[in-house]
């Protein structure tokens, strides 16, 4: 079945740099784009950014432009998000998720999260 | 931005029927899709294009969109229903990949 396995907790120090993997499995990696969306405690989906397995392409959200970035190995058909200059407020869950378009784009499915603690 | 706005949280008692709106300027003409996010859970999606179901949802969750207001509606709800409830659009903008901020639903 499809699937996306993320790589576990991490724990970093304000100002370090976090690296999480996103793992597919089930389906062609390359033929569609995967998504990072980050959820805070307690709080909604915050969309980041996609990058497209196949070409390496990848468009972040204004807000993460120059701390974030998005790569790909389409050798072990896995993707990556990586976020620099950690600060508390980065404390959140971070999901990678597969997109699909027909009428419009939505993301099915999700990997089960990954959780980045920020604490000094 | 596009904006969407979901109620925060929804009760209702098990057997009845649950309604969450999402609503966006002129919403009625996006497609929208509803995501089912139990607690430490990821979220699974549960309707997609306004009104399909995906294989393996439940005929118990559908929806429709209109207007200024999208809709997800779930029929004689269970206590394994009870969860938080996001719904997304795609937007022709900077970042075009828009969720509302979440509804709860408890089941009393």
């Known amino acids: 079945q499809v699937q996306l396995v993320q790589s576990g907790a991490e724990v970093k120090k304000p100002g370090a740099s976090v690296k999480v993997s996103c793992k597919a499995s089930?389906?062609?990696?390359?033929?569609?784009?995967i998504h990072w969306v980050r959820q805070a405690p307690g709080q909604g989906l915050e969309w980041i950014g996609w990058?497209?397995?196949?070409?390496?392409?990848?468009n972040y959200t204004q807000k993460y432009q120059g701390r974030v970035t998005m790569t790909r190995d389409t050798s072990i058909s896995t993707a990556y998000m990586e976020l620099s200059r950690l600060t508390s407020d980065d404390t959140a869950v971070y999901f990678c998720?597969?997109?699909?378009?027909?009428?419009?784009?939505?993301?099915?499915?999700w990997g089960q999260g990954t959780l980045v603690t920020v604490s000094s | 931005s596009y904006v969407l706005t979901q109620p925060p949280s929804v009760s209702v008692a098990p057997g009845q029927t649950a309604r969450m709106t999402c609503g966006g300027n002129?919403?009625?003409?996006?497609?929208v899709h509803w995501y089912q996010q139990k607690a430490g859970q990821a979220p699974v999606l549960v309707i997609l294009?306004?009104?399909d179901r995906p294989s393996g949802i439940s005929e118990r969750f559908s929806g429709s969109n209109s207007g200024n207001t999208a809709t997800l509606t779930i029929s004689r709800v269970e206590a394994g229903d009870e969860a938080d409830y996001y719904c997304?659009?795609?937007?022709?903008?900077?970042?075009?990949?828009?969720f509302g901020g979440g509804t709860k639903l408890t089941v009393l």
């Open positions: 997304q659009v795609w937007d022709s903008s900077r970042d075009p990949w828009v």
């Open positions: 990058v497209s397995p196949n070409s390496g392409l990848t």
């Open positions: 089930g389906y062609t990696f390359t033929d569609h784009f």
């Open positions: 998720a597969r997109e699909l378009f027909r009428i419009s784009y939505w993301f099915d499915p």
């Open positions: 002129n919403i009625g003409i996006k497609s």
């Open positions: 294009d306004d009104s």
